[in-house]
Structures are given as C-alpha cells and as structure tokens.
Nanobody, 124 residues
Framework: QVQLVESGGGSVQAGGSLRLSCATS????????LGWFRQRQGKEREGVAT????????NYADSVKGRFIISRDSVAKTLYLQMNGVTPEDSAIYYC?????????????????WGQGTQVTVSS
C-alpha cells in the first residue's frame, strides 16, 4: 500500500525559502508520477510541481516556475519541494501525491494516493 508522509511546513517571511519533504513507501515499479499540490484557503486544490519517476520529467505550474524545484532522492525514497522567493500567495496546505500512468500531470484527479498535508504560511 502506497503511503506518503509530508514534513517541513511552517512559517516563513516573504522572499524566504522553505523545503518540503515527502517520505514515500509501498510503490512498486517505475510507472508512478509524484506531485506536489496545494490548497489555498477558499480555493480548489491545484497542481504545483510533478516528477515522473521513470523518465525524470518535471512539470511546474506557471505560478511557481523559476522559484520552486521538485526533486527526489531515490535511495531515501523521499520527494522534495524547494520553495524559493515565496510570497503570501504561496500560503497553503501542501500535499504530496502519487499516481500511476498519469496523463495530465498537474490535474489532481489523476492521482490515487495522498499525504495528510503540511501547512505553509508566508508573512509579508
């Protein structure tokens, strides 16, 4: 059974950096896509960044391109999201997700497995 556990959320000032981690377990094979999603207050959950395990291909939402970096340590089986130059608009609950044979990578409906989420708060 796939399990995802996020950590690393917290409070940060605008312009600062934060790194989120997601410990993964239970995934067999390489046909997985891993992603970071976020849900801002009063908004729908949206895709932030994704990484295909087999190809290493990454995708980013336009709002975070050039600021956030998704990466994975295959030995530690941990997914990361390095968040740089954060703004108050980045405040949200961030979720780690996993799915198989994902076609529309930033679409939350393509993902079957979810972590519990970690809160990120950016103050101005």
């Amino acid at each position: 059974q796939v399990q995802l556990v996020e950590s690393g959320g917290g409070s940060v000032q605008a312009g600062g950096s934060l790194r989120l981690s997601c410990a993964t377990s239970g995934m067999t094979g390489i046909n997985y896509c891993l992603g970071w999603f976020r849900q801002r207050q009063g908004k729908e959950r949206e895709g932030v960044a994704t990484l295909e395990i087999g190809s290493g291909t990454t995708n980013y939402a336009d709002s975070v391109k050039g600021r956030f970096i998704i990466s994975r340590d295959s030995v530690a089986k941990t997914l990361y999201l390095q968040m740089n130059g954060v703004t108050p608009e980045d405040s949200a609950i961030y979720y780690c997700a996993a799915g198989t044979y994902v076609a529309d990578r930033l679409n939350r409906r393509e993902y079957n497995y979810w972590g519990q989420g970690t809160q990120v708060t950016v103050s101005s």
